[in-house]
T-cell receptor
Framework: QKEVEQNSGPLSVPEGAIASLNCTYS??????FFWYRQYSGKSPELIMS????GDKEDGRFTAQLNKASQYVSLLIRDSQPSDSATYLC??????????FGSGTQLTVLP | DTGVSQNPRHKITKRGQNVTFRCDPI?????LYWYRQTLGQGPEFLTY????????KSRLLSDRFSAERPKGSFSTLEIQRTEQGDSAMYLC?????????????????FGPGTRLTVL
């Protein structure tokens, strides 16, 4: 079993819709959770971090964490074509390194 | 520009040659990380430093890989006797580390990466 799993996609949503990206992780000791956006040929860009159960909102982005279910999600409201990218879920525990999922490719259709 | 920088951005080499990559972290960041990313996969952790101390290196892919951060500032990643399977994007990230509050100490910011092609 992979340590961090994401739906590989691709996921397509129409412009203006809500995009929902999901991630599960296997290490119950995980403490910090991150979402990165990666455009093709570019490096990952941090867009959200979350550390406690519940929701965290930042602009059009909402991260949700449920440690009991070992589940973290990212919602993108009012999706724009510029949101088309691969979204990477990353998790870290007492060891400081990040463990990444394989990413979900999102396409927002105009 | 105060972000993480990496040089070179692209490197093409022949199998068997040695290559060295450089990473300059965000200036106030204590921690520096190296990752490798292949097509269709998320970044894979290799090693990390807190200041000049290399605190985790068991994930380096083989003994052909080594990393240094001699003065706690920039870091280098060297691959000796390159193989075609080493072709990948090598990413460097930095974080605030010790002294930062809450979870922000581990928010990692990536540089643009060095794309290595081994012929």
């Amino acid at each position: 079993q992979k340590e961090v799993e994401q739906n590989s996609g691709p996921l397509s949503v129409p412009e203006g819709a809500i995009a929902s990206l999901n991630c599960t992780y296997s290490d119950r000791g995980s403490q910090s959770f991150f979402w990165y956006r990666q455009y093709s040929g570019k490096s990952p860009e941090l867009i959200m971090s979350i550390y406690s159960n519940g929701d965290k909102e930042d602009g059009r982005f909402t991260a949700q964490l449920n440690k009991a279910s070992q589940y973290v999600s990212l919602l993108i409201r009012d999706s724009q074509p510029s949101d088309s990218a691969t979204y990477l879920c990353a998790v870290s525990g007492s060891a400081r390194q990040l463990t990444f999922g394989s990413g979900t490719q999102l396409t927002v259709l105009p | 520009d105060t972000g993480v920088s990496q040089n070179p951005r692209h490197k093409i080499t022949k199998r068997g040659q040695n290559v060295t990559f450089r990473c300059d972290p965000i200036s106030e960041h204590n921690r520096l990380y190296w990752y490798r990313q292949t097509l269709g996969q998320g970044p894979e952790f290799l090693t990390y430093f807190q200041n000049e101390a290399q605190l985790e290196k068991s994930r380096l892919l083989s003994d052909r890989f080594s990393a240094e951060r001699p003065k706690g500032s920039f870091s280098t990643l060297e691959i000796q006797r390159t193989e075609q399977g080493d072709s990948a994007m090598y990413l460097c990230a930095s974080s605030l580390g010790v002294g930062a509050s809450g979870g922000a100490y581990n928010e990692q910011f990536f540089g643009p990466g060095t794309r290595l092609t081994v012929l």
